[in-house]
């Protein structure tokens, strides 16, 4: 969490430092600053409680030139969100500034040393303690601020992504990464750009170097930019360009990123898709995973790990995998299984789903399947993500960027991506027949344009939500493949609409859940066309018979379902495993709905992050 960027050049920094804040306002948004070096040196601090809007229009009167800068804006850990806590955080002789992405976990310990040598904190971060340290390092071992930065990190336990500038040389930046994102966009003019990730930097450079883990970059004012590691080992920077166009980081029209990311799904699909699947060839082909091949062959487990909706898509990757490649599957949330020393087999594969490839969790679950000897495979949709770095192979969704909180595009272009591996792994394996293969690799091809279908039904979503904005609870349900769509449409309307919501498989809702129903519960069910239909039609009765409303997503031409419920979305036929792809859509457009008749901030929901790099 949490959002850094830098500029150093000719240019003034200010602008560019606000517009990058901007576009990563979605890490984080309880405070934002900035920090600049005028060319008169003077260090100017502004930062505030709130978005960067509000930082920006509270020093409209201020001179916020410079053409060195650094700027913020915060998911807070360590001190409640206020003017005080708000980054960038000054060292004791207020000549170093510095921000910050990650914790400390040994602060509290640092601080008491420096408190000794008679340091005074004026905020309750865990930030504020490592300037200090850099700044009692520097002094007192007379280092210039590379090699002071290098010094306090050897010290530091935990996390961090931060830059670090100072009055007296107002010609340098120095940033160091270790757990959290950072890339340096290397400008024409001699210029830097720092950035959490590239979306800030694509205006102005497609020239990247995605700094390492425990490397520490000194960027000069038309200088080469130096790379040494905590060591003190020179690393040469390896330059990469960017394939992010601007356009997918804007809104294109759309009043919030959430919808024109759901909107974006037969696109997003389509890439997913793109180049894996040809159902003329009966072929899959996933160029990421061909050398591991021969262990999923041999696996006799897939553990799927992810947090959040990359759980959801990993517990659909469940029935697919057991289904169709018939591998027996555990789903694991990420943040559980890194804690509870879990039994594994070098023959175990272990798939990590993440959208942003930084989640903390997961990031350290994948550490622990790899010292117990397991193979990881990624399903990332940031490129050149930590953890798709950290696994041992794998393949992007290519759903482009995913800027508002609530996942939708990633989502279903996981399931694309797991679908396209299950398949693929079922046909290795002969654990599947030709003619299903075939089938489901020509339904695969139709999914994009019956999800433009599903989209059209968004007058009718509209109308819906207008009847239940109100609600206090609602209840998912789902049965067999459609229970982690339940899970996933509960999560969405919790997270951007703040009305509790629970999801459940449809048969449980019997052993508590039902307890809750009556005539004010919206009960929404996912009851299309597959091995549960008649089953789910019964919990239907069950609900109807408690006077609870139903909204049914239902496949196209059903009348049974019709005659029972309050509401009815119809999706298009298709094949049950491929189902998820179709029925999540409505429950993404019905939460957003919701959302935005209820005036919530739908691309930055309360409390969220977009990306959890803190466990
Ligand atoms: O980037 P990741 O996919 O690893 O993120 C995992 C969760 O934090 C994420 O899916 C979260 O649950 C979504 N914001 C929910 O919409």
Same mark, same amino acid.
């Given at each position: 969490m949490c959002g850094i960027v830098g500029y150093i050049g000719d240019r003034e920094a200010f602008?560019?430092?606000?517009?990058?804040?901007?576009?990563?306002?979605?890490?984080?948004?309880?405070?934002?600053?900035?920090?600049?070096?005028?060319?008169?040196?003077?260090?100017?601090?502004?930062?505030?409680?709130?978005?960067?809007?509000?930082? /920006?229009?509270?020093?409209?009167?201020?001179?916020?030139?410079?053409?060195?800068?650094?700027?913020?804006?915060?998911?807070?850990?360590?001190?409640?969100?206020?003017?005080?806590?708000?980054?960038?955080?000054?060292?004791?002789?207020?000549?170093?500034? #510095?921000?910050?992405?990650?914790?400390?976990?040994?602060?509290?310990?640092?601080?008491?040393?420096?408190?000794?040598?008679?340091h005074t904190f004026?905020?309750?971060?865990?930030?504020?303690? !490592?300037?200090?340290?850099?700044?009692?390092?520097k002094e007192h071992e007379g280092l210039k601020l590379g090699h002071a930065v290098q010094a306090a990190l050897r010290q530091v336990v935990?996390?961090?992504?931060?830059?670090? /500038?100072?009055?007296?040389?107002?010609?340098?930046?120095?940033?160091?990464?270790?757990?959290?994102? /950072?890339?340096?966009?290397?400008?024409?003019?001699?210029?830097?750009?720092?950035?959490?990730?590239?979306?800030?930097?694509?205006?102005?450079?497609?020239?990247?170097?995605y700094l390492e883990d425990e490397q520490v970059a000194v960027l000069r004012k038309g200088k080469a930019l130096k790379i040494r590691n905590l060591k003190d080992k020179e690393i040469t920077p390896y330059v990469q360009k960017l394939t992010i166009e601007l356009e997918a980081i804007e809104k294109g029209g759309y009043d919030h990123f959430m919808l024109k990311e759901i909107y974006e799904q037969p696109r997003s699909i389509k890439d997913s898709m793109r180049g894996r699947l040809i159902a003329d060839e009966a072929k899959v082909q996933l160029g990421g995973i061909v050398d591991y091949e021969a262990h999923f062959k041999q696996a006799k487990r897939i553990i799927i790990i992810g947090c959040g909706t990359s759980w959801h898509a990993g517990l659909v990757g469940e029935y697919l995998f057991e289904e169709l490649a018939r591998i027996p599957v555990e789903v694991e949330y990420a943040s559980e299984f890194r804690y509870r020393?879990?039994?594994?087999f070098s023959d175990d594969i272990v798939i990590a789903v993440s959208q942003s490839g930084e989640t903390a969790?997961?990031?350290?679950?994948?550490? !622990?399947?790899?010292?117990?000897?397991?193979? #990881?495979?990624?399903?990332?949709?940031?490129?050149?993500?930590?953890?798709?770095?950290?696994?041992?192979?794998?393949?992007?969704?290519?759903?482009?960027?995913?800027?508002?909180?609530?996942?939708?595009?990633?989502?279903?272009?996981?399931?694309?991506? !797991?679908?396209? /591996?299950?398949?693929?792994?079922a046909r290795?394996?002969?654990?599947?027949?030709?003619?299903?293969?075939r089938q489901m690799l020509y339904e695969m091809e139709t999914i994009p344009a019956k999800v433009e279908a599903v989209l059209k039904t968004s007058p009718s979503i509209k109308d819906i939500a207008s009847t239940y904005k109100d609600v206090k609870n609602a209840l998912y349900l789902g049965r067999g493949i459609t229970f982690p769509v339940a899970l996933e449409g509960a999560l969405?309307?919790?997270?951007?609409?703040?009305?509790?919501?629970?999801?459940?498989p449809a048969a449980e809702m019997k052993h508590g859940p039902i307890a809750l129903i009556d005539e004010d519960m919206p009960?929404?069910?996912?009851?299309?066309?597959?091995?549960n239909y008649e089953k789910v039609l019964s919990n239907i009765q069950e609900v109807k018979a408690r006077k609870g409303k139903i909204i049914a997503v239902v496949t196209e031409g059903d009348t049974e379902v019709k005659s029972m419920a309050d509401h009815c979305i119809e999706i298009p036929e298709t094949d049950e495993y491929l189902s998820p792809l179709l029925s999540v859509i409505p429950l993404q457009l019905l939460s957003y709905e919701i959302a935005v008749m209820r005036g919530c901030n739908v691309d930055q929901p309360r409390n969220l992050a977009k990306s959890v790099t803190v466990e």
């Amino acid at each position: 969490m949490c959002g850094i960027v830098g500029y150093i050049g000719d240019r003034e920094a200010f602008p560019i430092l606000i517009k990058g804040l901007q576009r990563l306002e979605y890490r984080g948004y309880d405070s934002a600053g900035v920090a600049l070096i005028s060319d008169a040196s003077e260090l100017q601090i502004y930062k505030k409680k709130g978005k960067v809007s509000e930082l /920006m229009a509270a020093t409209t009167s201020q001179n916020r030139s410079g053409r060195i800068g650094i700027g913020h804006t915060r998911w807070a850990t360590h001190g409640e969100p206020n003017d005080i806590n708000s980054h960038p955080h000054s060292s004791q002789n207020k000549n170093l500034v #510095i921000i910050h992405n990650g914790i400390i976990e040994n602060y509290a310990a640092l601080k008491s040393g420096l408190s000794k040598r008679g340091h005074t904190f004026i905020s309750d971060t865990d930030t504020e303690v !490592l300037i200090h340290l850099i700044e009692d390092i520097k002094e007192h071992e007379g280092l210039k601020l590379g090699h002071a930065v290098q010094a306090a990190l050897r010290q530091v336990v935990g996390a961090y992504a931060i830059v670090v /500038m100072d009055k007296e040389d107002p010609e340098t930046l120095v940033a160091a990464k270790k757990g959290s994102p /950072m890339v340096i966009g290397i400008g024409s003019t001699g210029d830097f750009f720092i950035a959490s990730d590239a979306s800030p930097i694509v205006e102005y450079t497609k020239n990247v170097v995605y700094l390492e883990d425990e490397q520490v970059a000194v960027l000069r004012k038309g200088k080469a930019l130096k790379i040494r590691n905590l060591k003190d080992k020179e690393i040469t920077p390896y330059v990469q360009k960017l394939t992010i166009e601007l356009e997918a980081i804007e809104k294109g029209g759309y009043d919030h990123f959430m919808l024109k990311e759901i909107y974006e799904q037969p696109r997003s699909i389509k890439d997913s898709m793109r180049g894996r699947l040809i159902a003329d060839e009966a072929k899959v082909q996933l160029g990421g995973i061909v050398d591991y091949e021969a262990h999923f062959k041999q696996a006799k487990r897939i553990i799927i790990i992810g947090c959040g909706t990359s759980w959801h898509a990993g517990l659909v990757g469940e029935y697919l995998f057991e289904e169709l490649a018939r591998i027996p599957v555990e789903v694991e949330y990420a943040s559980e299984f890194r804690y509870r020393n879990p039994i594994l087999f070098s023959d175990d594969i272990v798939i990590a789903v993440s959208q942003s490839g930084e989640t903390a969790d997961t990031l350290a679950a994948i550490e !622990l399947a790899k010292q117990k000897g397991a193979k #990881i495979i990624g399903i990332c949709n940031v490129v050149g993500s930590s953890i798709a770095r950290a696994s041992h192979a794998g393949s992007y969704t290519h759903a482009g960027p995913e800027i508002g909180v609530a996942s939708t595009k990633a989502f279903t272009a996981q399931v694309t991506v !797991l679908t396209l /591996m299950a398949l693929h792994i079922a046909r290795l394996k002969a654990g599947i027949s030709d003619s299903r293969y075939r089938q489901m690799l020509y339904e695969m091809e139709t999914i994009p344009a019956k999800v433009e279908a599903v989209l059209k039904t968004s007058p009718s979503i509209k109308d819906i939500a207008s009847t239940y904005k109100d609600v206090k609870n609602a209840l998912y349900l789902g049965r067999g493949i459609t229970f982690p769509v339940a899970l996933e449409g509960a999560l969405k309307l919790k997270e951007i609409s703040y009305i509790h919501a629970e999801g459940y498989p449809a048969a449980e809702m019997k052993h508590g859940p039902i307890a809750l129903i009556d005539e004010d519960m919206p009960v929404v069910v996912i009851a299309t066309k597959g091995a549960n239909y008649e089953k789910v039609l019964s919990n239907i009765q069950e609900v109807k018979a408690r006077k609870g409303k139903i909204i049914a997503v239902v496949t196209e031409g059903d009348t049974e379902v019709k005659s029972m419920a309050d509401h009815c979305i119809e999706i298009p036929e298709t094949d049950e495993y491929l189902s998820p792809l179709l029925s999540v859509i409505p429950l993404q457009l019905l939460s957003y709905e919701i959302a935005v008749m209820r005036g919530c901030n739908v691309d930055q929901p309360r409390n969220l992050a977009k990306s959890v790099t803190v466990e």
